[in-house]
């Protein structure tokens, strides 16, 4: 089977976990092949201040994160095992902030879809000939159904730690929301940055003759595509991502 292996900070399911934990770094391998079946393998990092923060929100509302990490591993296993188009082979939580996931889905471009609607074009596969093309295509109504997919969506933390869903707060505004929220667990003016930083990163190497790219950058035999964890989140205009190339 032909396949494209796509090397990310967040795609596929791991936007789920990544846009409710947002200050985290997401490393992951995604392996699609031909027909939009294939597995995925994830390590996901919580950055320092926000594993404090959380740990301190749960502290005041009676829980306490040393009894089981901030990653609730049983209720994501129950989730990934509901979902119609994913089968989770490994959900891990091996130290407290960090989180390791391995997932089998039957058809990337039904990943998220929804009762709702709005994200089930997240991810396309075109076919045209010997020639394929993966689109990711991110819009406003799709960031806030891949969350509602998460178990942590309604929860305080999310509340605390995510942007209104009107599409009222700029990207700026919601760094500096962040920062206010966080910069207790930071070093003196250090939050704003460090958010403002925080990007997500998609690597796409595809399996055959790289054609062209939409909204990345080619790097020797792969697309680099990138966009701020604030500027996502916070999602007025759709962003458009592809890469062309020829099977093999």
Do not use: N
């Amino acid at each position: 089977m032909r396949t494209v292996i796509i090397r990310a900070a967040v795609v596929a399911i791991a936007l789920v976990v990544g846009f409710t934990f947002g200050g985290c770094a997401v490393h992951q391998d995604l392996v699609v092949g031909e027909g939009g079946a294939g597995t995925t393998e994830m390590t996901i990092d919580l950055d320092t201040m926000l594993y404090e923060y959380i740990s301190d929100l749960l502290l005041s509302i009676g829980g306490d994160p040393g009894d089981g990490d901030l990653f609730d591993t049983e209720e994501l296993q129950t989730a990934f095992e509901t979902h119609p188009e994913l089968t989770p082979l490994a959900v891990q939580s091996p130290e407290p902030r960090r989180l390791k996931l391995a997932l089998r889905f039957a058809d990337i471009e039904r990943v998220f879809e929804t009762p709702a609607g709005g994200a089930e074009d997240l991810f396309e596969i075109a076919h045209d000939d010997d020639e394929r093309t993966l689109r990711v295509v991110l819009t406003q109504d799709a960031v806030q159904q891949i969350l509602s997919l998460s178990p942590l969506y309604d929860t305080m933390i999310a509340d605390s730690l995510l942007p209104p869903d009107d599409g009222s707060m700029s990207a700026d505004e919601y760094r500096d929301y962040l920062a206010w929220a966080l910069e207790e667990y930071a070093p003196p003016g250090e939050a704003a940055e460090r958010i403002g930083d925080a990007r997500i990163e998609l690597s796409v190497r595809p399996e055959g003759e790289l054609l062209k790219q939409e909204g990345g950058e080619v790097v020797d035999d792969e697309v680099q595509f990138s966009i701020r964890l604030t500027e996502l989140l916070t999602l007025r205009e759709p962003r458009i991502y592809s890469v062309t190339y020829r099977a093999d």
